[in-house]
């Protein structure tokens, strides 16, 4: 499930106003505070130099581990946070150091937590009697509402970071908007660590009704046995969908999710009304609700490799077997892919008959040039971030 309004940055799932440029400073005007409050908050002018009381910014000493990772060399931090003294303990440096992938993966975190955790709930208590109503604790629809509350409170987790919590969100974030893409190798890292320790969270949560399920400790298996639970953390196609069909499935789903969520965060293309803001998380859970809704059920619409390898991955480790490879003729290795073509496919589609702002797109040859001279692209687009203060 998939990127981005929060106390700190907008979530930029595809802002083309992203964490990124929040933090520039202009020459030509007052420096732009990262936090919409009161709360005095610290620039890229304020983090290079010591405050006028002669007090060091802790982040100041940060920058040059933070560019090695890929990440803007100031970290998004209150001023206040910055000059106090539990800021020089070692884990508040860490912390700093690491706050934005910290936060890839704990919004990546909870995000599994309730998609996965509702279709344990309903899978596992199917046609139990004690439930409300005789027939379990929940139906179809409650699993498309667990994703959705999944993917809104994992952007309000995430917020430091752009919350992306899908890879093929970033990469395509990197493709069209600008996302400098040295960022992209540490936020694919936390993202599935986060959904594969929030797996292992809702395994062990779930593990004694699994055995019951399962019809005893130590038997796991996957779809197509009827007793199966390892559907409950990585997604499995339908019996009878040629390979075409589960790549054109997850493909179709990750266009429109990557469309829609460029849509919202167009604040050029609002009209009358506006779902970016404080009203893009939202907006968000009702888009992954009537995908789950309307594309769920070929292949579960995993639309994201970090909520399918991730889990998949730690669902081989406690016992599943090879069969999590194998299943559905090897199926495994679409949900890796198809979003990637997907999201960059919806990225394109939004950018060439909507989008009127900065994009390869919207350049001489719709962006060839850039593949036919890929090393002068490459140079002038880290001469443009660096003149802006991106990286």
């Known amino acids: 499930m998939a990127s981005s309004v929060l106390p700190r940055h907008s979530p930029d799932w595809s802002s083309k106003e992203s964490h990124d440029n929040d933090l520039k400073a202009e020459e030509s005007s007052p420096p732009q505070a990262i936090l919409t409050s009161p709360t005095t908050i610290t620039t890229q002018h304020d983090r290079l130099a010591p405050t006028e009381s002669g007090l060091q910014a802790t982040s100041t000493g940060l920058s040059h581990s933070r560019a090695l990772l890929g990440l803007h060399p100031s970290a998004p931090i209150d001023e206040e946070h910055d000059l106090a003294e539990h800021s020089d303990l070692w884990w508040p440096k860490i912390r700093m150091t690491l706050k934005e992938p910290f936060g890839e993966f704990f919004g990546t975190f909870i995000m599994i937590l309730f998609g996965d955790g509702s279709v344990a709930q309903v899978l596992l208590s199917t ?173 579960g619409y995993a639309i994201n490799l970090a909520r399918d390898f991730g889990p998949r991955l730690m669902s081989y480790c406690v016992g599943y077997g090879h069969e999590v490879w194998s299943s559905g003729g090897y199926y495994f290795w679409i949900p890796m892919v198809a979003p990637f073509f997907g999201c960059a496919f919806g990225g394109l589609l939004y950018d060439v008959f909507l989008y009127t702002g900065p994009s390869p797109i919207n350049t001489p040859w719709f962006g060839l040039r850039e593949l036919i001279h890929p090393k002068a692209a490459i140079a002038e687009r880290v001469r443009q971030q660096k003149e802006q203060r991106m990286v």
């Open 127 to 299: 046609n139990q009697t004690s439930a409300p109503g005789g027939n379990g604790f929940g139906a179809y629809q409650s699993i498309s509402w667990g994703w959705g509350l999944g993917v809104m409170l994992g952007i309000y987790v995430a917020g430091d970071s752009g919350a992306y919590l899908n890879p093929a969100i970033t990469f395509t974030s990197c493709l069209l908007r600008k996302l400098p893409w040295r960022r992209f190798p540490i936020y694919f890292i936390a993202q599935v660590l986060g959904a594969y320790c929030a797996s292992g969270v809702v395994y062990a949560n779930y593990i004694n009704g699994i055995n019951t399920f399962e019809g005893g400790p130590g038997i796991r298996t996957v779809p197509p046995s009827k007793t199966a639970t390892a559907g409950i953390f990585c997604t499995y196609p339908q019996a009878d969908l040629t390979k075409a069909s589960q790549f054109f499935s997850e493909f179709i789903a990750s266009t429109i999710l990557m469309f829609v969520i460029f849509a919202l965060k167009d604040d050029t293309n609002k009209g009358s009304f506006s779902a970016s803001g404080n009203w893009f998380p939202l907006a968000l859970f009702f888009l992954i609700f009537g995908l789950g809704a309307c594309f769920g059920w070929d292949t």
